[in-house]
């Protein structure tokens, strides 16, 4: 049964390092391939080396001519980069996703609960449960959206939640996104892609589908039409073609078929929201907006900014557009929040959450500072609403120098910090240099609320490419694969 | 349909519809003047002029060139990014509007865009300039018409598409008077012009070749090149695509398409003017047009082409557009809070 | 008392202007010290008001006026009768000792009020002259009353020495400003001792009142919020109008919007406070 492993000592094939210490997603603790990824490896087996480059580099080709690109920010304008494509994908059985699917399920209900009671009555805070100072401390808490009604009681229409596994196997939340998360259009292309280039290897292994996404979000999004609007006008709201995400922003206001739209696009009469067209105003009801609350209306938020759509917030308010995510979800994504989800569990739901977070210091504890301040060397340090892997520092690989950065502004602003030991991210094999090696991975499913949640089965799975790093985002060096969910468990 | 994305489709075919006749103008004179080889320093220099001037863009020009010669007026009109005219700089203004409005246009066209694109940008294109010109301008005409092609095969039949005609064929009818105009500046200021010597044949046939009317004018008029009939042909010829008049019809289509208006002479300014235009061309003869003076009469169809861009921009686009002073968003005064003296 | 107050802040426009959006933080509150008996606004040209409760439970209202317009009006007219308050504290009182200070900060309401704001910062300078200006005094309110008088000792009243947008940094390198510095200069120095400290937003019943004025209030345990006027170094008394509390000028600017059009404008602004009876 060790034949698939054993066949390609060569080199080409998937092998087994139970040495290094880390979960393998293939392969588990041990030298054997995991049953849900048995028919894959042999799949695999059967192709040769040099077919797999083609592939691949067809594939690249491929997606630099459709310009599946993102933009590195504090790169100079305009510079694209196609986001690495990795050909193995990563496989989830069943009964592993039916699991993941009730844990985000039950985190998402506990933090739209959270969301609205601490934009209203703020029992939680009023409980003892959460430090009224974490969430007033909170960069993005939003005071102007006190008290404000905001449709069906939902705050966090489209979240998209990282996962990991560590040296166990174990799933465990790393993060959650609640404002702008992205990256599911490449869950889409990526499935395309793969579709065309392994479509036998596709239908033998069996994963269910994700194309049924921009549906979804477009009932998730119709779903919150003002009181009244039968036929509701839903646009998406981008900051630019210069935006990293642009291009996915275009990509989902194609597949759902509504309009992209530029702050300047739209204006704002008598508390309704319009867009300029070319025969003249057309009322909007609902807006997808990835861009962060500070641009939305420069009346309310940023009174020096010149961008946005001032009057947004008036026509929200009187509930004339709806707004997805709604005003003030950063809270929510706030890692001092974070460390706070599971109790949100327990005092909204009365349940025991599903999927526990990665054990947490906040900075800003008196009885943590300490212990972070000494095991610097040993932890990673996160800024708390800082994303993309910006502002962190991975204390096992950081200079004395960095360490004692962190150290400085750890002191200055500790509410700012959280600590975590460092997680040995599960690995993936992944095709590299003609290669199969192991490389870590996260997983960032994307969670659909209405009335009820869906999550498309999967998700985004990030692959780090450089040798022993941990870090996945795209801007810092990360790749990504198709994430297979089966309907079975093998 | 969105102003902006309106907009951006109408400046994509533009874009890709100058760069297309830009490579055309370049690709012919340079063949030409491989004729003059013999000629000095300073002819050549006032030969090549009226090219750059074909591209309205004679002071940018000046400012990064003392002399015209085949390699400066090349590197200007191909790959110098400071003319926003060149081809380079042509193709990623396309592109660029074509980025802005990927949802409203097909995978097949912004994948042959976006080729495009890249081409243009890459070493290799370069080298292909290097060793062989026609080369070069071959893949910039072969793609600008693949685009046409493919959005003719591809692109539902909506705003958006007539937009996309209207960019194309403002920008070709303008593009047909310029080249039009590069020989015919030459001749008497007014009135029809006598014997052509053999050289200025030659360039009255380049001319032709400019705008791939060749062929299509020996079968009207034969082999004998007379600059009447050229100037008949790129300007009042109803069925040859590349000439004024069909561009100004296909253009006045377009605008009727866009309102939807058509039971009315014209419903807005744009209208308006090009059905003037149109009119204005269909009962024009050659001879009038010589005879109150070709130059002039290039001029003044510029002009009007220029005008109705604006009258268009006006009437669909201008408000999400709004800029200069009066309509900047500034923050109302406040009161410090004190109290006087 | 029993007041009768007019607002009128009238803008002049060199061109029309137009797609304005404004905030208005003009109508009080009733509380212990004022009851407000009646209240008006009113805009012109005339636009549809609407109003929310911001964060601090102020009253915000807003409109929005799209076509072309040279000048805008926006005028209010209040009548209030104000009392002492029953609960200030006595000028000698000693409440509470340096060693309460701790549980104020686990008051909710109090925790932006110990934070640096757009116009208050708790920079290490400032600190200095709070610690230096308090000395050894160990009761909260007596130390709220030092730092008061040193703002008044220590800063110039002189008008347009600084602007509206002026931050507290500025007014201490310079050492002059006016009632808002004033109130931003001890709220600094009170968020540097981290006792809570909010800005206050009213009109003052003066003969030469014709502006708004500006004091702030000091949280002090069991006692609660209490009135401090730095510019007068006083607490504030019934010749006192509350019109919005916030963490400082921004969050209360009795006016603030934005429109499209030209800069070139000119702002009056008239507040009359009359006696009534």
């Known amino acids: 049964m060790n034949s698939v492993a054993d066949s390609h000592r060569d080199g080409s094939g998937f092998t087994a390092d139970p040495a290094a210490g880390f979960f393998d997603e293939m392969f588990g603790r041990g030298d054997q391939v995991l049953p849900h990824y048995r028919k894959l490896a042999e799949a695999f087996a059967e192709l040769g080396a040099a077919e797999l480059e083609a592939k691949r580099r067809r594939l690249d080709l491929a997606f630099l001519r459709q310009g599946v690109t993102f933009n590195v920010y504090g790169d100079t304008r305009g510079a694209e980069r196609i986001f690495p494509f990795d050909l193995v994908p990563r496989i989830i059985p069943a009964r592993e996703w039916e699991r993941l699917e009730n844990g985000l399920t039950q985190r998402i209900t506990a933090l739209n609960l959270f969301l609205h009671d601490v934009y209203h009555q703020q029992q939680i805070v009023k409980d003892g449960v959460i430090p009224a100072s974490c969430i007033l401390s909170g960069k993005h808490f939003r005071r102007e959206f006190a008290n404000v009604a905001v449709p069906k009681d939902i705050y966090i229409h489209i979240c998209g939640t990282d996962l990991i596994r560590d040296d166990r196997g174990e799933y465990l939340v790393l993060e959650d996104n609640a404002r702008c998360p992205s990256g599911v259009s490449y869950v889409l292309e990526n499935r395309r892609a793969m579709k065309r280039s392994f479509a036998g290897m596709f239908e033998s292994v069996g994963a269910r589908s994700v194309d049924h996404y921009a549906q979804e979000l477009l009932k998730t999004l119709q779903y919150i039409a003002p009181p009244g609007v039968a036929d509701p006008t839903v646009v998406l709201l981008t900051p630019g073609v210069y935006n990293s995400a642009y291009f996915e922003h275009a990509y989902l206001a194609r597949q759902m078929g509504i309009e992209i739209v530029e702050g300047h696009d739209l204006f704002v009469r008598e508390e309704h929201v319009f867009m300029r067209t070319t025969k003249g105003p057309q009322p909007v009801h609902v807006i997808y907006r990835r861009i962060d609350d500070d641009f939305l209306d420069p009346t309310v938020f940023r009174p020096d900014s010149l961008l946005g759509v001032p009057g947004l917030i008036r026509a929200y308010r009187a509930g004339n557009v709806s707004l997805a995510n709604a005003v003030g979800t950063g809270i929510a994504d706030d890692k001092v929040m974070y460390y706070f989800v599971p109790r949100m569990i327990e005092y909204y739901l009365d349940q025991k959450p599903i999927l526990p977070n990665v054990p947490t210091y906040l900075a800003s504890e008196e009885a943590d500072l300490p212990y972070i301040l000494e095991h610097l060397p040993e932890l990673v340090v996160k800024a708390a609403n800082e994303s993309g892997g910006y502002g962190m520092l991975m204390g096992p690989k950081a200079s004395k120098a960095e360490i004692a950065e962190f150290r400085r502004r750890i002191e200055a602003d500790p509410r700012n910090y959280i600590a975590q030991p460092v997680i040995p991210l599960s690995r993936h094999p992944t095709h590299l240099d003609g290669r199969f090696v192991g490389r870590h991975v996260d997983l960032r499913p994307f969670i659909l609320c209405r009335e009820k949640t869906v999550i498309v089965p999967g998700g985004l799975t990030r692959v780090a490419l450089r040798a022993g790093s941990l870090v996945v985002n795209s801007s810092q060096g990360g790749g990504s694969k198709d994430t297979w969910v089966l309907y079975g468990n093998e | 349909m969105l102003s902006r994305v309106a907009h951006s489709l109408y400046w994509m075919a533009r874009y890709i519809e100058r760069a297309e006749n830009v490579a055309r103008i370049l690709d012919v004179n340079l063949q030409l003047f491989l004729e003059f080889a013999n000629r000095d320093d300073d002819d050549r220099h006032d030969r090549w002029l009226p090219i750059v001037r074909a591209t309205g863009d004679l002071e940018v020009f000046r400012a990064h060139h003392p002399r015209a010669t085949a390699a400066s007026v090349a590197e200007f009109m191909v790959f110098q990014q400071e003319n926003p005219n060149s081809i380079v700089a042509s193709v990623c203004q396309a592109r660029e509007n074509a980025r802005m409005v990927r949802d409203q246009i097909t995978m097949e066209t912004w994948e042959e865009l976006n080729h495009l694109y890249l081409f243009v940008l890459s070493p290799q294109a370069r080298q292909i300039w290097l060793d062989s010109p026609p080369d070069y301008f071959n893949q910039i005409k072969t793609s600008s018409l693949l685009l046409g092609g493919l959005s003719a095969a591809t692109h539902l039949r909506n705003e958006g598409w007539w937009f996309n005609l209207a960019g194309r064929f403002i920008e070709r009818a303008d593009k047909t008077s310029r080249i039009l105009d590069v020989h015919g500046q030459a001749l008497p200021a007014t009135g029809l012009p006598a014997r052509l010597s053999q050289a200025d044949a030659l360039a009255w046939v380049s001319v032709l070749r400019s705008c791939s009317a060749w062929d299509a004018f020996k079968s009207l008029y034969g082999a004998d090149v007379h600059p009447r009939h050229v100037a008949e042909m790129l300007m009042l010829n109803e069925n040859f695509p590349r000439s004024i008049r069909f561009c100004v019809e296909r253009l006045d289509e377009a605008l009727r398409q866009i309102s939807g208006v058509s039971d009315r002479p014209f419903s807005n300014e744009a209208e308006k003017l090009c059905g003037r235009l149109a009119a204005e061309l269909r009962f024009t003869s050659i001879e009038e047009v010589f005879n109150a003076g070709l130059h002039g009469q290039l001029d003044q169809i510029q002009l009007h082409l220029n005008q109705i861009g604006e009258a268009l921009f006006q009437t669909y686009i201008f408000h999400a557009f709004e800029t200069g002073p009066e309509t900047r968003r500034v923050q109302q005064e406040e009161q410090q809070q004190q109290q006087l003296p | ?277």
């Not at chain 3, 006026?65 to 005028?75: F, G, K, R």
């Not at chain 3, 709220?144 to 500025?170: D, G, K, N």
């Not at chain 3, 609660?224 to 607490?235: E, I, K, V």
Request: a negative charge; hydrophobic letters at 40%; charged letters at 25%.
């Open chain 3, 1 to 277: 008392m029993r007041l009768e107050i007019r607002h009128r802040t009238h803008y002049a426009y060199a061109a029309p202007v137009r797609e304005s959006f404004n905030e208005l933080h003009l109508q009080p509150a009733s509380n212990g010290r004022q009851q407000i008996e009646s209240f008006f606004l009113k805009i012109l040209p005339s636009a549809r008001l609407r109003h929310y409760h911001d964060f601090y439970a102020n009253c915000v209202h807003h409109f929005e006026l799209a076509d072309p317009h040279s000048a805008l009006t926006i005028e209010s007219q209040l009548r209030v009768t104000t009392r002492p308050a029953t609960d200030a504290l006595p000028w000698d009182a000693r409440p509470a000792a340096l060693d309460r200070l701790r549980e104020t900060w686990r008051v909710s309401q109090c925790h932006d009020f110990i934070q640096a704001s757009r116009y208050v910062d708790t920079a290490p300078e400032t600190w200095r002259l709070a610690v230096d200006a308090v000395e050894d005094e160990t009761d909260l309110w007596q130390r709220a009353l030092r730092l008061m008088a040193f703002v008044h000792r220590h800063l110039v009243y002189e008008s347009r020495s600084t602007q509206v947008h002026t931050h507290t940094r500025e007014v201490l390198a310079q050492r002059r400003g006016v009632c808002q510095d004033f109130a931003h200069v001890m709220l600094s120095l009170c968020r540097c001792l981290r006792i809570p400290a909010r800005y206050v937003s009213g009109y003052l019943a003066t003969e030469a009142a014709s502006a708004t004025h500006a004091w702030l209030e000091v949280y002090i345990p069991d006692a609660g919020w209490q009135a401090l006027d730095p510019t007068h170094n006083r607490p504030a008394d019934e010749t006192y109008v509350t019109l919005a509390v916030g963490r400082d000028y921004a969050d209360v600017a009795p006016v603030r919007g934005t429109y499209k059009g030209t800069t070139e404008r000119l702002m009056t602004v008239e507040v009359q406070v009359e006696l009534r009876d």
